[in-house]
T-cell receptor, first 111, second 115 residues
Framework: GEDVEQSLFLSVREGDSSVINCTYT??????LYWYKQEPGAGLQLLTY?????DMKQDQRLTVLLNKKDKHLSLRIADTQTGDSAIYFC???????????FGSGTRLSIRP | EAGVTQFPSHSVIEKGQTVTLRCDPI?????LYWYRRVMGKEIKFLLH????????ESGMPNNRFLAERTGGTYSTLKVQPAELEDSGVYFC?????????????FGPGTRLTVT
């Protein structure tokens, strides 16, 4: 079945770049997403990319997609304390309405 | 515009009891989804409503879980009887149309603890 894998923890220094990686198995994935969950809050869609794209940039966020290797990454430039959260990688196909999520990567920022 | 709301935010019940979670989607959103995150693992899809009809309930774990959406507005998810492994965070999401499925808006979740 479909599976999304990501590392559980990442610690970066404030001001550095954070790179969160994810792999997925579904070759029919059409949409790939990054969601952010801050403490006590719901899931916030950060950004998404269509499977026919290689890269998407949105201010401090850069998403890279390697469809051949089924690898997705999220780069956060100039990481700030407000970026502390759990980041979920997710995918869905055009034939299904459900979103398949990974386990989430907890990003912590150190001074 | 109000977002997706869920009630309660936290529920603690004993094994064998019944709990009902409620989700109010964004007004006008025909699609409503339930997901849950158990034991800090991945967030898993439970089911999808289109208006009051169940479009996909392939993620429902067993018959102890019953989801309803009478009238096509808010939805309830009942767990009866609750088991220890049901503990986790239950998320609800809504969207206007499945053609743009990346536009699922999530609620804050209900944290269920079964003791």
């Amino acid at each position: 079945g479909e599976d999304v894998e990501q590392s559980l923890f990442l610690s970066v220094r404030e001001g550095d770049s954070s790179v969160i990686n994810c792999t997925y198995t579904d070759s029919s994935s059409t949409y790939l997403y990054w969601y952010k969950q801050e403490p006590g809050a719901g899931l916030q869609l950060l950004t998404y990319i269509f499977s026919n794209m290689d890269m998407k940039q949105d201010q401090r966020l850069t998403v890279l997609l390697n469809k051949k290797d089924k690898h997705l990454s999220l780069r956060i430039a100039d990481t700030q304390t407000g970026d502390s959260a759990i980041y979920f990688c997710a995918e869905s196909s055009s034939s299904a309405s459900k979103i398949i999520f990974g386990s989430g990567t907890r990003l912590s920022i150190r001074p | 515009e109000a977002g997706v709301t869920q009630f309660p935010s936290h529920s603690v019940i004993e094994k064998g009891q019944t709990v009902t979670l409620r989700c109010d989607p964004i007004s006008g959103h025909d699609n409503l989804y339930w997901y849950r995150r158990v034991m800090g693992k991945e967030i898993k899809f439970l089911l999808h409503f289109v208006k009051e009809s169940k479009q996909d309930e392939s993620g429902m774990p067993n018959n102890r879980f019953l989801a309803e959406r009478t009238g096509g507005t808010y939805s309830t998810l009942k767990v009866q009887p609750a088991e220890l492994e049901d503990s986790g965070v239950y998320f609800c999401a809504s969207s206007q149309g499945t053609a743009l499925i990346y536009e699922q808006y999530f609620g804050p979740g209900t944290r269920l603890t079964v003791t």
